[in-house]
């Protein structure tokens, strides 16, 4: 009888735990049970400045991807910035990448801001048009030097 | 001529730069009772611990059952402590479970009779050892002499050819004492076992023992009958009947020298 | 001159005796891991042993990580409102829950609760031949006495850090939201949007490789009781619970880097 | 270790030779108790039985418990030596009906 009550508790506990290791993993971690497939797009920026792997995505204030890869282009002196989505978002070949901030101290994150076009872009392709880091620094030293002047 | 069942030839064992035991000779024949008499520090417990195979010596070897025990196989080991029942001086019952439990372990692990067979000779062994109706009790709610019996109830529930048993009447009343000294004769009469008996209560010595070895400073100092030993011509054991200290006294110089710590130089 | 030589030496012996008691310590942990292989673990004391550490840990663990949660969260809004990044409360205090302080904090209260328990458990057990016993009896007391300990500790402490982190988010919503009066919408998208699976993966390998140390080490000090301590007695057992104590929490400490300083 | 099993009256009886220990005891007391359960009467007979342990004596327990349930006799018959003092140790004795021999038994029965 004790003995059954202390299975019964240990049970319990089995329950609870493995419970809250699942909903840490997937709803707070996000990791995704049915992965339903990602796809991947490419930006060229000029500056990529500050922006890291693993960075956010977001279109419309929505986190929807995640930065692949950062790489440089030697030949065209670029950023190749990779960037992984998941294959239910869909985005207008005639968007805009941009590299922004949160908040004064926060990350670097890429925003796409969609355009008007009816057609997708597909698997690898890339963007025309992109938007470069604004430097702080380089916005403060341009305000302070205006001001000497 | 018996076969012994236990043969200890030239057993050294050391602690550090302390010789414990110094070439120590002995055999134990079936279905006798040998008591291992010594002091506090004569190697008793060392020599015990030796044979059970939970040290290994300096040098020298034991034969139990044909098997040297130091350079045994572990399925070989495993074997012959099947055959082996072990007495320890406080019980050595595990803590975190109940009498019966403790009784009942080396059949649930090395045996694969039935539960209900098990239960009935666990009653059966605190019955003969006087505990009926103590199964469900922790080892921490039992009394010294109580533990002991527990003890011994776990060490024969395999029914060993073989028992030792460690310090049985040490700690405990003299009612108590005798009680057991019966327990280990009927063990020896009823079950056919052969018993090592490790002690320094003379009582229970001349009362139990078939053959009585004396352990002095890590040294075998007699062997024999009980009669023999009672009228052994040397000094130190008589000095043990008798209840002498056997140290050795100095006066004047050296006792004046040793108060005054100086003897080391 | 024979002052400097005797300070040397002194540092020799203690240098050996300590690579000594690492090895004896690796060899202690093979055995109980090979003893796997060699027979049945008994699941009623794997059990019983998870009802110990894993049960009866659980209302400290909560209660710690409540407040945990609450005195972290209380300082990263003091540090946040200066910078006006008050909106990012939600992901600093369920990173460094879930990365650094969930694991630790766990493995600290196992230590405090767990490990003396189970360290002067074994201590006393080898000081009533205990030990000697199961030898006696055949059973191989690695499988039967340390594995089930083992394989418990190794279970539960990820999953009672995964209830650490998740009441010390709570506790953080506590303060931010209610207290401070941040939007709780703001705080739970920190914290949902924030935390990776990486980051759970990593929180999750920490606690068990603190589960191992944890438990392993007060296993060790009781078991060598014999050998590591002076006096047998009460004293010895007493000691050899606070260096088992000690130990582990260094010794997780400094895997804790280790296994940072990897992931990252 | 052998066992036979000879029809004597209305009896089953069981002759055990050898040693019984915890090798055979579970199978010996297998054998005995589907004896009883198609409702035989038991005489076991030591007579050429030269040990048996605690394990043996505890299947035996369980096998007489077994007749008990099922309204059959049980006869331990020609206990000597080392059983009949394993019988007395743990005094069994005063449980189990004793005889000197089959014929005792199953004559009077």
């Not at chain 2, 327990?183 to 009585?212: G, P, Y």
Request: glycine share 8%.
């Amino acid at each position: 009888m004790k003995n059954n009550y202390v299975n019964f508790l240990v049970g319990l506990f089995v329950l609870f735990g493995i419970g809250a290791l699942v909903f840490m993993s997937i709803t707070i971690g996000g990791a995704s049970v049915s992965n339903s497939g990602n796809y991947t797009l490419v930006a060229k920026f000029e500056n990529s400045s500050g922006l890291k792997e693993g960075a956010f995505v977001e279109m419309s204030g929505v986190r929807v991807g995640l930065i692949q890869s950062i790489n440089y282009d030697p030949q065209a002196y670029e950023s190749v910035v990779k960037i992984s989505l998941d294959n239910e978002i869909t985005v207008p070949d005639d968007s805009i990448a941009s590299i922004r901030t949160s908040g004064i101290i926060g990350d670097r994150f890429v925003k796409i801001s969609t355009g008007g076009s009816e057609v997708n872009m597909a698997d690898g392709e890339e963007f025309i048009e992109t938007e470069s880091s604004i430097s702080i620094e380089e916005l403060i030293s341009k305000y302070m030097f205006s001001q000497d002047k | 001529m018996v076969k012994p069942i236990i043969t200890v030839e030239h057993l050294f064992a050391q602690y550090g730069d302390t010789h414990v035991l110094k070439d120590v000779n002995l055999e134990v024949n079936p279905g006798e009772i040998l008591v291992v008499m010594g002091g506090s520090g004569s190697g008793k417990s060392t020599l015990l611990n030796h044979m059970l195979g939970l040290k290994t010596p300096t040098s020298g070897t034991i034969m139990i059952d044909g098997v040297n025990i130091f350079t045994a196989k572990n399925k070989q080991l495993r074997n012959l402590r099947k055959k082996m029942g072990v007495a320890f001086q406080g019980g050595a019952l595990l803590s975190s479970l109940t009498v019966a439990d403790n009784v009942r372990l080396p059949l649930e692990h090395n045996t694969s009779l039935d539960t209900q067979t098990i239960d009935i000779m666990v009653r059966m062994k605190l019955e003969l050892m006087n505990m009926a109706g103590t199964g469900h009790l922790m080892p921490s709610e039992l009394s010294g002499g109580m533990l002991k019996r527990a003890g011994l109830a776990r060490a024969v529930i395999m029914d060993p050819k073989l028992l030792f048993f460690d310090e049985p009447s040490a700690g405990l009343d003299p009612t108590t004492a005798v009680e057991l000294d019966e327990l280990i004769l009927t063990l020896r009469d009823a079950m056919n076992m052969t018993i090592v008996v490790v002690t320094h209560e003379l009582e229970s010595v001349f009362k139990i023992a078939d053959r009585v070895v004396v352990l002095f400073a890590g040294e075998v100092v007699a062997n024999g009958t009980v009669d023999e030993i009672r009228n052994s011509p040397d000094e130190r054991i008589q000095n043990m009947i008798n209840r002498q200290p056997n140290t050795q006294r100095d006066d004047g110089e050296v006792y004046l020298n040793r108060l005054l710590n100086k003897d080391k130089n | 001159m024979n002052a400097l030589f005797n300070s040397v030496s002194n540092l020799g012996a203690a240098t050996r005796k300590n690579i000594d008691s690492i090895g004896l310590a690796t060899l202690f942990l093979l055995r109980i891991v090979s003893s796997l292989f060699t027979g049945l673990v008994s699941f009623k004391q794997v059990i019983k042993q998870i009802y110990f550490i894993g049960n009866r840990s659980l209302i400290v663990i909560i209660v710690a990580a409540l407040f945990t949660g609450m005195v972290v969260a209380l300082q990263f809004y003091d540090t946040l409102v200066r910078f006006g990044s008050v909106d990012l409360l939600g992901s600093a205090v369920a990173l460094s829950l879930i990365k650094e302080l969930g694991p630790v904090m766990t493995a600290l209260m196992v230590i405090a609760r767990v490990g003396s328990a189970t360290c002067s458990e074994i201590g006393i057990m080898r000081n009533e031949q205990q030990f000697d016993a199961l030898d006696c009896m055949a059973i191989n007391s690695y499988r039967y006495v340390m594995l089930p300990r083992l394989l418990a500790a190794l279970f539960c402490v990820p999953m009672l850090t995964a209830v650490f982190d998740l009441v010390g988010i709570g506790g953080g919503y506590i303060v931010g939201v209610h207290i401070q009066g941040e939007s709780p919408g703001a705080y739970i998208q920190g914290v949902m949007d924030t935390i990776s699976f990486k980051d759970v993966l990593v929180g999750q390998i920490k606690s068990l490789v603190f589960g191992l140390f944890i438990m392993w080490i007060p296993l060790y000090y009781g078991f060598y009781l014999h050998l590591n301590q002076k006096n047998m007695g009460a004293e010895g057992v007493s000691n050899g619970t606070t260096q088992a104590v000690v130990m582990s929490a260094i010794i997780m400490l400094f895997s804790d880097y280790i296994v940072s300083s990897l992931a990252l | 270790m052998n066992i036979e099993i000879e029809t004597h009256n209305n009896y089953q009886v069981v002759k055990l030779y050898g040693e019984v220990d915890l090798s055979n005891s579970r199978s010996i007391k297998l054998d005995i108790i589907k004896l009883i359960k198609s409702k035989n009467n038991i005489i076991v007979d030591f007579t050429h039985l030269q040990y048996i342990d605690s394990s043996g004596m505890a299947s035996l327990v369980e096998a007489f418990n077994e007749a008990r349930e099922n309204d059959t006799e049980f006869h331990i018959v020609g206990a000597n030596g080392s059983p009949l003092q394993v019988l007395q140790l743990t005094r069994l004795n005063t449980v189990f009906n004793l005889a000197d021999s089959v014929s005792a038994v199953s004559n009077n029965g």
